[in-house]
């Protein structure tokens, strides 16, 4: 499968991270997909990203990418204004579609695109990642299972702290012109999450909140914000259940705080995007006992665990993060060759290690 990029931001790298190392995570792929070609707003980025990582050829522009045959399936990782009339063209040329979330600004736009697609047979797909988290793939599961009967509340929140600071010039992504506001950029992924696990939502309300109205604009001059910098609605499901999501940007101390609560009748679900590697998931049908019985919010390890052909690697123990560790560890040692000097842990620091565990071993020897 070739597959044209489209944009190559912080979303486009990350795309491109994903289908380069593929045969890494699932084995004996039954295909072989390569980003075939990059086309950015800015043609000297997209000729960067190409030369960098090796993604096949520079796009003028889109409509050059969408008349290529040799293209199958368009990837599209632009600001959010730019969704609609690109997946518009995409669908026309007859191309598979993995769009970024959101899938478009508003839901007229989004009805109509779904639409298109569907008549057009395409396989297509908004990038709500967070589904493919293993404690994500556990929980429904679980609500599948009915552990936890009828659900009914569920509160799931988004939280970031990048427009605190308001020296810091806004991003599109604050700019209600380019498809900006919390709601859209975070809110998106926590309400999906709440569809994806209790299905559909049968109306919202909510709040929108601007705490700096003053700031720099995308161009660094001084800017009245005109996209909500922390939104909060309360929704309901066709299940019946009742519940908030939150998404915000102006949560000091928050980093990539996505989390969820579900609560049923006969059990309860909670996961923190923070600690990653668990789903805790109380089972309300325990017994209970003076001192407590067995009732309490399990842990459960989700760690690597995927489905085959998935899983493999780095298996199904190794925690979020632990490949993270072998790429700092090679680019230490790298970085050390390139400079010509010493790196550490040294050999010396081997050798510590070594005398440390022969000594414990000589001591169980005797
Ligand atoms: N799923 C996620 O975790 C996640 C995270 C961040 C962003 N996103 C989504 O990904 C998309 C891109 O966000 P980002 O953070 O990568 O933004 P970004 O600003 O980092 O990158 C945007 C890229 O698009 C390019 N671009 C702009 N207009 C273009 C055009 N008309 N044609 C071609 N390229 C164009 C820019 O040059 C840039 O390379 C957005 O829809 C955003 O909501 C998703």
Excluded at 231 to 237: E, V
Excluded at 329 to 350: E, I, K, N, W
Aim: aromatic letters at 12%.
């Amino acid at each position: 499968m070739n597959i044209g990029l489209l944009g190559f931001g912080f979303m486009g790298k990350t795309h491109a991270y994903a289908v380069q190392n593929l045969n890494f995570f699932y084995r004996d792929l039954p295909f072989e997909a390569k980003i075939a070609g990059v086309c950015c707003a800015h043609e000297e980025n997209a000729r960067t990203a190409v030369r960098q990582f090796g993604l096949g050829r520079v796009y003028a522009n889109e409509d050059e990418m969408f008349a290529d045959q040799s293209i199958d399936v368009v990837d599209i990782c632009t600001p959010n204004h730019c969704h609609y009339p690109t997946l518009k063209k995409a669908i026309a040329a007859g191309k598979h579609i993995y769009c970024e979330k959101p899938l478009c600004v508003t839901y007229e736009q989004a009805k109509e695109i779904a639409e298109l697609a569907s008549v057009r047979g395409l396989t297509a797909q908004v990038v709500f990642h967070n589904r493919f988290l293993a404690p994500v793939r556990r929980a429904k599961e679980i609500v599948d299972e009915g552990r936890l009967g009828r659900i009914l509340s569920f509160h799931a929140s988004y939280l970031h702290s990048s427009a605190v600071d308001t020296a810091r010039a806004a991003g599109w992504k604050q700019d209600r012109d380019y498809g900006g506001g919390v709601l859209l950029d975070l809110g998106s992924h926590a309400i999906d999450l709440i569809y994806y696990l209790c299905g559909a939502f049968t109306d919202a309300v909510g709040k929108a909140q601007i705490a700096y109205p003053a700031r720099l604009g995308v161009d660094g001059k001084p800017w009245q914000t005109n996209a909500e910098e922390a939104f909060y609605l309360i929704g309901t499901l066709e299940c019946g259940a009742v519940g908030t999501v939150e998404a915000s940007k102006i949560a000091p101390g928050t980093n990539d705080d996505l989390r969820f609560e579900i609560y049923g009748e006969k059990g309860a679900l909670r996961f923190d995007l923070m600690n990653p590697n668990y789903l805790y998931y109380y089972d309300g049908t325990a017994p209970e006992s003076p001192l407590g019985g067995m009732r309490g919010f399990t842990r459960i390890e989700c760690v690597g665990r995927y489905p085959l052909p998935g899983g493999t690697f780095p298996g199904a123990k190794a925690p979020v993060g632990w490949l993270r560790g072998h790429l700092g560890s090679m680019y230490a040692f790298l970085s050390c060759v390139h400079r010509g000097v010493q790196a550490t842990p040294s050999f010396t620091d081997g050798a510590h290690v070594q005398w440390v565990m022969e000594r414990a071993y000589e001591s169980a020897g005797s």
